[in-house]
C-alpha cells in the first residue's frame, strides 16, 4: 500500500446501480457493452476501470463500469469522455482473485489512520461519497479456483497532509 501522485485518466463508463452481490455478475457484461461502443467509433480500450459513486444501505453501490480511453480519439463521435482526476491516491496492487478485492480494499482502508491519511470527500444526491475511488483491472481476466482473477489496483483519492 502506497501513495502515489496519478494522472488524470480520461475513461467512457456506463452508470449502473447494483448490489455488492450483482456486482461481479453484471460487470463483465457492462465492461463489454462499453468496448463494442468504442469499437465501433475506432476507439481502443486502454484499462478497464470500476468508479465507485455512491454507497447506499442494504449493500448497493452507484459505480460507472467502462474503460480508460484516449479523448483524442473521440474526437467526432457522440461520445464523451469523463476524468478520474489527478491528485495523490492512496493505492494497492492486488494480484489474484477478484473476490479478494473486499478483503484488499478494507485493509486499505484500515492503513489510513496509522499513515494519517484522510479520503477526499464529495457531497452527493446520496450524502458524502468518496470524491474519486476506482479499481484499475491491469490485464484481461483468468479463470481461476476462486473464480476470474488478475492484476487490479484500487485507487482511493485522499487529501494533502
Not at 20 to 30: K, T, W, Y
Not at 104 to 128: F, I, K, Q, Y
Not at 151 to 156: G, K, L, R
Amino acid at each position: 500500500m502506497t501513495t502515489t501522485h496519478l494522472p488524470a485518466r480520461p475513461y467512457v463508463g456506463v452508470p449502473m446501480e447494483v448490489t455488492l452481490e450483482e456486482l461481479p455478475r453484471l460487470v463483465g457484461e457492462a465492461f463489454d457493452r462499453v468496448a463494442t461502443m468504442l469499437a465501433a467509433y475506432g476507439t481502443a480500450p486502454r484499462g478497464a476501470v470500476i468508479r465507485y459513486i455512491a454507497f447506499r444501505p442494504g449493500d448497493v453501490v452507484d459505480i460507472e463500469v467502462g474503460h480508460l480511453v484516449d479523448p483524442a480519439e473521440l474526437e467526432g463521435a457522440p461520445i464523451e469522455a469523463d476524468v478520474l482526476p489527478a491528485g495523490v491516491y492512496s493505492v494497492v496492487h492486488h494480484e489474484g482473485p477478484y473476490a479478494e478485492l473486499g478483503e484488499v480494499t478494507a485493509r486499505l482502508m484500515d492503513s489510513w489512520p496509522e499513515a494519517g491519511l484522510v479520503p477526499a470527500m464529495a457531497h452527493t444526491t446520496t450524502g458524502d461519497d468518496y470524491a474519486s475511488w476506482y479499481e484499475l483491472y491491469l490485464d484481461m481476466p483468468r479463470p481461476g479456483p476462486r473464480g476470474p482473477e488478475g492484476a487490479v489496483e484500487v485507487c482511493v483519492l485522499v487529501l494533502p497532509a
